[in-house]
């Protein structure tokens, strides 16, 4: 499902209000009230997360590409040490100070922005940036001289990591293209791995320190487990609980709205957290019988300051994105004294337009520009706009590339463009599906209604199989009346046959005033590896497979 952009800030409020401070609200009972220990808790709530995304999503497409990515491993292994480096910091100070002092990630995440992203932020920006700022310095300074050094060095390293943490969600490979899967349950797969290398990665950390504890004659920290922790049922239970109904649905939205309002903004929203925390807690404390907690005036300071911090990073980015003109009018420019600028871009159009029959859509997608940066183009009565010089070499590139690799009518990949596009996957991926595709009674239909008929019968194919078939797929005409089809990734049984039984439905061709023709398909579908196979083997199965049902449908 996509999500649009006021969706993904809702989702990521109602994320950092609600379910953080509920975390939060249940750790500190578990740990208080229940006398768990916190590092099993933990271990436990990862475990529990991982297996309901995983028990939920089931096999699938990205399982494999996500457990072999780079980057899903580095998310485990940047979110241990957070928690590692969170630890210290709360050894030093109370926890309301610590989620105060956690708010060094959004420095660091907007610095990273600057540095890797290359964004920049306004005046607001810099004003929510000083009041962090001074909020960490309200809490420093109630820190003991000789214990400042090494608190700073840990609020710096957890701000780095908490702020890598959402950048790596943001740009994580894989998480992106379950954004674009058909199968609704793909980014719960993703996460769910995500889940399932950090709660092994917590545990082996966990268990480590708890060996290094039992061997040490010497305790090293009251938070490290003994051994027989590790059988403790209120720590397990409790982080069970926590796992499902919290962490699950953090971890999901998480992952889900860092790509689409960035990671600085989400670390912004995230300095709402201290004050929505104490908010559900004044609220249920005496439900659950917390202690209350009393909170000095530098305290508050310190928490209104954060929290104004980042309503003004926030409503910076809002501001920005209101006022920005769109990305595609930084490929125009106006060349009053230049015409014949101008007329190179027109001309350009003009062959892609002749060349794809007057489609100006099709045209759009031949030049690879803007569908609203085409218009203004077209709309130009004075002739005096002319598209960059980048943006002109890059669009005449994509034309040519066009014309050699697409079918003109169909606009889907002719044969040598298809292979191209199989051979770049046989690099990334170890499994796919493999469609052939032949159009029944396509030379009845030739031969009785006539060429342009027969054509419209075509473009018809190309738009059921795209309408079908989920975005991943790369789509090919091999020529006259016959396709194909690749969807990278494992596939359960399922999905297979729901998408043979909506490609093998009939659909209807509008020919003409007053004639109406049904069409269908004849399906040949295997399972490919392309390590194991070569494509052109693999295709000639397929062809073998659609003309064994071809025979069985008897058209």
Not at 219 to 227: A, F, S, T
Not at 321 to 335: F, M
Request: aromatic share 8%.
């Amino acid at each position: 499902m996509k999500i649009t952009l006021r969706q993904a800030w809702l989702l990521a409020m109602f994320s950092v209000a609600v379910l953080w401070s509920f975390i939060n609200i249940a750790a500190t009972y578990s740990t208080q009230v229940l006398q768990v220990n916190y590092l099993i808790f933990t271990c436990s709530a990862f475990a529990s997360s991982a297996m309901v995304l995983l028990l939920w999503s089931g096999p699938g497409p990205l399982a494999r590409e996500t457990f072999r990515a780079v980057d899903t491993w580095a998310f485990g292994l940047i979110l241990l040490l957070d928690y590692l480096f969170l630890l210290g910091i709360f050894s030093f100070v109370t926890s309301t100070d610590g989620s105060i002092l956690k708010r060094m990630s959004l420095l660091c995440g907007i610095l990273a922005g600057w540095l890797f992203f290359v964004r920049r932020g306004g005046r607001l920006q810099f004003m929510g940036m000083l009041l962090i700022v001074t909020a960490l310095y309200l809490v420093a300074r109630e820190v003991a001289v000789d214990a400042l050094g090494p608190l700073l060095t840990l609020v710096i390293l957890s701000g780095c990591a908490e702020a890598a943490r959402v950048l790596v969600a943001e740009t994580h490979r894989t998480n992106r293209q379950a954004a674009q899967h058909e199968d609704p349950r793909a980014r719960a797969r993703v996460v769910g791995l995500v889940m399932f290398v950090l709660a092994t990665l917590f545990l082996s950390g966990t268990a480590l320190l708890a060996v290094t504890q039992s061997l040490s004659v010497d305790q090293l920290l009251p938070i490290v487990p003994q051994l027989s922790d590790f059988m403790h049922t209120p720590s397990i239970v409790a982080g069970m609980v926590v796992g499902v109904l919290l962490m699950t649905p953090v971890r999901l939205i998480e992952f889900s709205v860092a790509q689409i309002i960035r990671a600085e903004n989400f670390l912004a929203l995230a300095a709402f957290s201290t004050l929505a925390t104490l908010f559900w807690e004044s609220l249920v404390r005496p439900l659950l019988g917390l202690p209350e907690v009393q909170l000095s005036a530098v305290n508050w300071l310190a928490v209104v300051a954060v929290t104004l911090g980042g309503i003004c990073v926030a409503v910076d980015v809002w501001r920005q994105r209101r006022q920005a003109p769109p990305v595609w009018r930084r490929l125009l420019r106006e060349v009053p004294q230049q015409p014949q600028l101008a007329a190179t871009t027109r001309d350009l159009l003009a062959e892609a337009l002749e060349y794809c029959q007057g489609d100006v859509e099709a045209m759009t997608r031949s030049l690879g520009l803007p569908g609203p940066l085409v218009q203004e183009i077209l709309n130009d009565q004075q002739l005096i706009l002319a598209l960059t010089e980048e943006a002109q070499s890059e669009a005449e590139k994509h034309f040519r590339h066009y014309v050699a690799d697409i079918d003109p009518l169909t606009g889907l990949l002719q044969r040598r463009g298809f292979k191209q596009k199989i051979t770049n996957i046989q690099k990334t991926t170890n499994t796919a599906l493999l469609f052939y595709f032949d159009l029944n009674r396509f030379k009845q239909v030739n031969d009785q209604y006539g060429h342009a008929i027969g054509d419209r019968a075509l473009v018809a194919m190309a738009g059921h199989l795209k309408r079908v078939l989920p975005d991943s797929a790369i789509i090919g005409r091999l020529g006259g009346d016959e396709f194909v089809a690749c969807l990278p990734g494992t596939w359960p049984a399922h999905i297979q046959q729901q998408l043979l039984k909506r490609l093998g439905r009939a659909f209807v061709l509008n020919g003409r005033p007053g004639l109406r023709i049904r069409l269908a398909t004849s399906i040949g579908c295997i399972a490919w590896s392309p390590g194991v196979e070569l494509f052109d083997s693999a295709l000639a199965r397929a062809d073998a497979a659609m003309y064994a049902h071809k025979q069985q449908r008897d058209v």
